[in-house]
């Protein structure tokens, strides 16, 4: 075998694997995972413009909730979005703003059940 088909088979099975790994399984939904199935929020974030941080959650529980946007900023301080009361089948957002800097690097989310 040439060196040539020995590499074309290697990346055809590494291709292979890459694109097994990389599926997920047909009953996994957007926001329904092991965080999601603990607190009975799904949350979505998402960046508004490069310095806006978003944090948008839903309510699927009787109890109430409370959540805030937490925004990693590029070269800037990090920030929080302000405290949400999330009453039972509610959405609200919380957002957090980079001061400067290059911006959002990530988004993430503080819960507190309020009715425990």
């Known amino acids: 075998m040439s060196a040539r088909h020995q590499l074309t088979g290697i990346l055809t099975a590494a291709l292979a694997s ?3 790994l990389t599926v997920a399984p047909a009953s996994a939904a957007p926001g329904t995972g092991a965080g999601a199935a603990q607190s009975g929020l799904t949350c979505d ?12 959650c839903t309510n699927h529980t009787q109890d109430w909730w409370e959540f805030r ?18 009453p039972p ?16 690097g990530a988004i993430g989310t503080d819960k507190r059940n309020l009715s425990q």
């Open 18 to 20: 890459a694109a097994f």
């Open 45 to 56: 974030d998402f960046r508004e413009g490069t310095h806006v941080g978003v944090a948008r």
């Open 69 to 86: 946007a937490v925004v990693t900023c590029g070269w800037a301080a990090d920030v929080k979005g302000s405290w949400e009361t999330l």
């Open 89 to 104: 089948g509610a959405t609200k957002e919380s957002r957090g703003h980079c001061s400067g800097g290059s911006g959002v």
